[in-house]
């Protein structure tokens, strides 16, 4: 499974973010789809997750503005991040994995895509 | 500051073996599995240990990673050059209903 991210590199404060990503080399049907963000020089933070049935779970800190969707005809996953500050500036990844899995538990993010700088700015 | 705490960098030399802890609370390692994700730099991260002490597929036994408790480690034996990178620990939070990050330990191979 190789995953690809995508979308604008520019967004200006106050508009939305949206990004999305593609699955190839296999199904997402059974599995969690997670966002990972990377501010520049910083650590990572998990932005949420979709099952494929389209369940979700969101970071707290940024639940209000999340909002994340599926499509598996397409094999694609999305992120809309609305008003965007200049907090947001990061690169953003998508990754297999984050809820949970019984008996195994919640499970780890791999793969990785190759992730996306998003630049907020005006 | 990261919810999981880890050391901001450790050294070695080549052939050297060197461990980094990741400590957290009973909402997150304490009753949750760690994992561990090496990150070189200009590249995305990459699973390295799962549940506490797996190996995924393609990653050398130089790796290792355990659990007691509130804290985790990841031990590297049989240092390499190419082991100089960033390494993340992760673990869901029960507390925070997410997951959280280490705030990443960089590795400098002397």
């Known amino acids: 499974v190789q995953l690809q991210e995508s979308g604008p590199g520019l967004v200006k404060p106050s508009k939305t973010l949206s990004l999305t990503c593609t699955v190839s080399g296999g199904s997402m049907n059974g599995d969690y789809w997670s966002w990972i963000r990377q501010p520049p020089g910083k650590g990572l933070e998990w932005i949420g997750y979709i099952y494929y049935n389209g369940g979700t779970s969101y970071s707290p800190s940024l639940q209000s503005r999340v909002t994340l969707s599926v499509d598996t005809s397409k094999n694609q996953f999305f992120l809309r991040l609305n008003s965007v500050t200049t907090a947001d500036t990061a690169i953003y990844y998508c990754?297999?994995?984050?809820?949970?899995?019984?008996?195994?538990?919640?499970?780890?993010?791999?793969?990785w895509g190759k992730g996306t700088l998003v630049t907020v700015s005006s | 500051q990261s919810v999981l705490t880890q050391p901001p960098s450790v050294s070695g030399t080549p052939g050297q073996r060197v461990t980094m802890s990741c400590s957290g609370s009973?909402?997150?390692?304490?009753?949750?599995?760690v994992n561990w994700y090496q990150q070189v730099p200009g590249t995305a991260p990459k699973l390295l240990i799962f549940t506490n002490n797996q190996r995924p597929s393609g990653v050398p036994d130089r790796f290792s990673g355990s659990k007691s408790g509130t804290s985790a480690s990841l031990a590297i034996s049989g240092l390499l050059s190419e082991d100089e990178a960033d390494y993340y620990c992760?673990?869901?939070?029960?507390?925070?209903?997410?997951?959280?990050f280490g705030g990443g330990t960089k590795l400098t191979v002397l």
């Open positions: 009973r909402s997150n390692i304490g009753d949750y599995t």
């Open positions: 992760a673990a869901w939070d029960d507390g925070l209903n997410g997951w959280v």
């Open positions: 990754a297999r994995g984050g809820g949970w899995l019984s008996p195994t538990g919640y499970i780890w993010f791999d793969p």
